[in-house]
């Protein structure tokens, strides 16, 4: 039995649209609509998909950013709404951190690096001022910083040490999962790896369990261990990463994985063979009746708007949304 | 094989600011042909946007200067010509699009007004001749319904739509050359897809040459027929894109290729390049990869290497390639 260390069980989350003087509700944003997944303890997790697929928004459930309107988080098998106020503050937000895509947003550039990974020490715990501040210098070296750089402000780092900084302040309390937001995209070529390289050391010296938001599928091949397509508030396709890369099954996994693959260029201009989907994600406002990737699927059929297909399994781990598998 | 429509020889661009010189672009050369696609490949910093803004002549003076080489289109060095000759080159020869459709696109015009601009000013067309250049725009770039589009703002379309836009400016004059700045970074993968196949189709129509400034080597793979690797200011390495791909001489190429991580295959641990791009400021000497170089020697760490042919069409200007 796998050790399962969080689990979120039929998320949604509606965004009401308002109109008028009175702010009367007119409409729903389906952002998440009904996504079920696990996360097992030291393995990865990965959501992908395009903007507007509801990513983000199910990553900040589960950091308690946002209020789901309905559904229910279990972490370590309890349910979330069972933790009291005071639990959740001493249980749970400690043990979920989160390092977002962006570090030239994500840190105050007018506090040191020393009190920007001591910040959650100092709010979340009762440390003394001497072990803060070993614990600090210990966390710069385990992201591979030196400690020199803990009385520097974040502007006199690099992309890439920003994000290492970053990292270590996710760090600090010891957590359990840590959220990644997107957390390469924003870095150059070669930087990436080294960052890559960082995450997955750290996941296996900790036990870390990482939940990764990501758009680019190569990168998430090399982060992941599971791995879950979204589109539209969706999840279509869900299974062990190695078998869902090595044989796709949903057209718009497909097509994902197809928009992504390196295809050099045949010798005297021979077309290369890719799946080019036509149009766009519908509106999240008012998703197309059926399965809804049906109106830019090339395998659609007319049962295919009719009803929602649930995600079923198909052998081992691999899961998939669509009637024509 | 077609002919050469821009070359671009030895070109010096530098920043001159308050803490010293910083030397951009330094000693860059390549050509484009007609109807091909050539791409600058490297990381942020490494010189492939100022080198585009160079050949468009849009440099932000009086900080940022031309301060050698040539830049020559179909026969005209773009450096000698005066500020009026070279306004009626951009957007008529040349052309240029930026990353983020947002941005490069007037909020508070409709975009048959912003497609028209280019057409009344280069062309000096008016009113209904306007207007039917402007269509043929949009369908080359297959805007669905373009007529009922010429009225809409830029905050009525999607991304991948705004970009198709932005396009369709570039292209309403039939330029020669199209300068593309990481067009289709801010797009998403299903939407970027769309964006390539459509360039490519633009380009066969149009014969037009194509530079394509990217970091992405997936893009590369996809859109170009010859790429040059840039860092720090410099190029590394020319090439086919297949010979590239397939048997890249540069260690820098080859680091490069080996960090990003490949959806066909399960790497157990990506290489990764130790350290940082040097400050162009402060260049070390030699190579200005040795600093950062697995192979350097002695020699890599005092002298800059040459640029070598190894081929028709490949040249790398390292000292340990043979």
Known sequence: ?325 | MSKIILQVEDLHTSFFTRAGEVKAVDGVSFYVREGETFGLAGESGCGKSVTALSILRLLPEPAGQIIGGKIILDGTNLLELDKKEMRAYRGKMISMILQDPMTSLNPVFTIGNQIAESVRLHQGLRDEKAEEEVVSALRLLNIPSPETILGEYPFQMSGGMRQRVVGAIAMSCYPRLLIADEPTTALDATIQAQYMALFKDVQKKTNVAIIYITHDFGVIAQMCHRVAVMYAGKIMETATTRELFEAPKHPYTSALINSVPRLDRKDERLYSIEGQPPSLMNLPPGCRFAPRCPIAKAVCREQEPPEVKISSGHSVSCWRVK
């Open chain 1, 1 to 325: 039995m796998a050790d399962v260390l969080l689990e979120g069980r039929d998320l949604k989350k509606y965004y009401p649209v308002t109109k008028g003087l009175l702010q009367r509700t007119v409409g729903w944003v389906r952002a998440v609509d009904g996504i079920s997944f696990t996360i097992e303890r030291g393995k990865t997790l990965s959501l992908v998909g395009e903007s507007g697929a509801g990513k983000t928004t199910t990553a900040k459930a589960v950091l308690l950013l946002e209020r789901l309107t309905s559904g229910s988080i279990l972490f370590e098998g309890k349910e979330l709404y069972r933790f009291s106020r005071s639990q959740l503050k001493t249980e749970y937000r400690p043990r979920v951190q989160s390092v977002q895509q962006n570090p030239w947003s994500s840190m105050n550039p007018r506090m040191r690096v020393r009190d920007i990974i001591a910040e959650p020490l100092v709010v979340n715990t009762k440390q003394s001022k001497k072990q803060i501040r070993s614990r600090v210098l210990e966390l710069l070296e385990h992201v591979g910083l030196s400690s020199d750089g803990a009385d520097h402000y974040p502007h006199e780092f690099s992309g890439g040490q920003r994000q290492r900084i970053a990292v270590a302040r996710a760090l600090a309390l010891n957590p359990s999962l840590v959220v990644l937001d997107e957390p390469v995209s924003a870095l150059d070529v070669s930087i990436r790896a080294q960052i890559m390289n960082l995450l997955k050391d750290l996941q296996e010296k900790h036990n870390l369990s990482y939940l990764v938001i990501a758009h680019n599928l190569a990168t998430v091949r090399y982060m992941s261990h599971s791995v879950a397509i979204m589109y539209l508030g969706q999840i279509v396709e869900y299974g062990e990463a190695e078998a869902l890369f090595k044989r796709p099954l949903h057209p718009y996994t497909k097509a994902l994985i197809s928009a992504s693959v390196l295809t050099l260029p045949k010798d005297d201009d021979q077309e290369i063979k890719q799946i080019i989907l036509s149009g766009e994600m519908p509106s999240p406002l008012n998703p197309p009746p059926g399965c809804r990737f049906h109106t830019r699927c090339a395998e659609a059929i007319p049962a295919c708007s009719e009803a929602v297909p649930p995600l079923r399994k198909v052998g081992g781990d691999h899961h998939v949304a669509c009637i024509r598998v």
